[in-house]
């Protein structure tokens, strides 16, 4: 029973690095390819050095994404990828309709989830661990 709930827990952590690490490469190639857009709307809202701010956290949601998708030194995105989430919650989505919300809560809860947990067996990191 021990082995098959492992196997359940890997599988699990797997399916929400996939779905979090497209969801993060997505959006991290829009802010890249329209970086000057994402830099006015950082300036509109009132991060500070916005065309610096919109370059890092292009990079970081792309590149992030990407190595959460393979489980790749993930513990670093994991961490980033949340801080953004706290960030776009705080400065652009509180306050107003929870819909509005829901997405960038569940990004933030699930990085942080994955940044306790790890990302399980079917991962790079895992690889890299068992050599």
Known sequence: MTQLSS????????????????????????KLTGIEGTQQFFGNIGIP???????????????????????????????LLAITMAVALFTTKLGGEFSAARLDMMLLLTTLALFFLGSGAYSVDHKIENR
């Open 7 to 30: 196997r359940n827990s890997d599988f699990a952590l797997l399916l929400l690095r996939v779905g979090v690490g497209v969801i993060f490469i997505i959006a991290g190639w829009g």
């Open 49 to 79: 050095l916005p065309a610096i701010m919109a370059w890092v956290v292009a990079i970081v949601e792309f590149f992030g994404g990407i190595l959460v998708l393979f489980g790749a030194y993930a513990k670093i995105p994991y961490l």
